[in-house]
């Protein structure tokens, strides 16, 4: 049976985490997959997420199958969360979602509902989005193409080349948009961006499909989302994926929701049909330990008080780390302005620097970064900043 298949290249971001494992370099640096990390380069469980799991813990009586759509609690809380307490989408009967295993469980649904409508659809993203998101699609049959995002040579949007290439769309395309800390750029839509884009949706009819996987990484909660809460107040449908792994601090739990927004409460009842039917011929209901977590945390004021406290103090550290990063490069002497990181968001920024200088960084001073040149800010740290800065000061003067 299996003679014929023959091994692939690891992954191009989770074969960073294995490759770097291996290094026995004691001054390597892990600038790689997207995983949040204290000054210490431990990444542990959030303390309102402790708690709730400890609740949890004391309190689940079975372990008997879950409902298919997951989490009640869990599901309203977090529609809240990214809608808005008060968005009267929620109370309109067009809103529904359905738990599934992290962001990349939540996509995966999403494309396949979008099959199921319209097996000849097509798939915009972001050129360059996250490497997962083309591979999501590919094995889902659908086909996709690129529209202009990110300018590498000069760090900044394509704005213009971005709206002209969306405004030849129509009722077949989708258009795949991060809500916000764009990943891999670090560069987000700005608010003008989002209206014009929510008008090319309304006029052209191209779907919009949201990808929020880093809400609160960026300003804040409610900042990080104001664009896509627009578009939503006016467009007639919308898919929305979203991501407990980063601001929960959930990645292994696999905590996710796909949310459908549909014309009329019927089409959304259907949406929600075939999305818990995709789900049940793929893996039948989510895992149950993240959701219900997350689902306590937001029922209960105390601990949504700890856990935002929590996540802001996540994305002040991420802030402090660009801008000192950007300071102790510029320190030593390099004529390339690495200014516009302190600009971006989240996680992620572009180095910039060629495939080459990638991979010299990792030969000559085990410093891991995805080939994109892609680093994972929240890898940096007080006590790895001067070696970081002094390497790509040395592969920039090469
Ligand atoms: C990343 O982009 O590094 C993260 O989202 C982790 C992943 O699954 O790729």
């Not at 949890?56 to 079975?62: F, R």
């Not at 808005?84 to 992290?102: C, F, H, K, T």
């Not at 699609?137 to 709206?163: F, Q, V």
């Not at 200088?357 to 900043?385: H, K, L, P, T, W």
């Amino acid at each position: 049976m299996f003679q014929q298949i023959t091994a692939l290249p690891p992954d191009p971001l989770l074969g960073i985490a294995a490759a770097f494992k291996q290094d026995t370099n004691p001054k390597k640096v892990d600038l790689g997959v997207g995983v949040y990390k204290t000054e210490d380069g431990k990444t542990p469980i959030l303390t309102s997420v402790q708690k709730a799991l400890q609740i949890l813990l004391d309190t689940e009586a079975s372990k008997s199958y879950i409902q298919p759509r997951g989490n009640q609690a869990f599901l309203d809380g977090m529609e809240k969360l990214v809608l808005g307490n008060d968005n009267p989408l929620i109370s309109s009967g067009r809103v529904e979602s359905v738990q599934a295993p992290g962001g990349t469980g939540s996509l995966k649904l999403g494309f396949q509902l979008i099959k199921r409508s319209n097996p000849n659809a097509k798939i915009w993203v972001s050129g360059p989005t996250w490497a997962n998101h083309v591979a999501l699609i590919k094995s889902t049959g659908l086909d996709h193409a690129e529209y202009p995002y990110y300018d590498k040579k000069n760090n900044a949007l394509k704005a213009d080349e971005m709206l002209e290439a969306l405004a030849q769309l129509g009722p077949n395309d989708v258009v795949l948009l991060h809500g916000c800390c764009h990943n891999p750029t670090g560069e987000d839509l700005t608010p003008e961006l989002w209206s014009k884009i929510t008008e090319l949706a309304l006029e052209k009819g191209f779907l919009p499909f949201i990808d929020i996987a880093y809400q609160g990484f960026g300003q804040d909660l409610d900042t990080d989302v104001a664009g896509v809460r627009e578009l939503l107040s006016k467009v007639p449908e919308a898919l929305i994926a979203t991501s407990c792994s980063k601001n929960f601090g959930l990645y292994r739990e696999r905590t996710g929701l796909i949310t459908t927004v549909s014309e009329t409460p019927e089409l959304a009842a259907a949406a929600l049909s075939h999305v818990l039917n995709i789900a049940r011929e793929i893996y039948s209901m989510p895992p149950s330990y993240g959701g219900a977590a997350v689902g306590i945390i937001l029922q209960d004021q105390a601990l949504t008080t700890e856990w935002k406290g929590e996540l802001a103090e996540m994305c002040a550290r991420m802030r402090t780390l660009r801008s000192m990063l950007v300071n102790k490069i510029h320190e030593r002497g390099v004529d390339e302005d690495f200014s516009f990181i302190n600009r971006q968001n989240g996680m992620f920024t572009f180095l910039g620097i060629t495939p080459e200088q990638v991979q010299a960084i990792r030969d000559e001073y085990a410093i891991y970064m995805a080939g994109s040149s892609r680093i994972n800010i929240a890898g940096i740290s007080s006590s790895n900043v001067d070696y970081i800065a002094d390497a790509v000061a040395a592969i920039l003067k090469k």
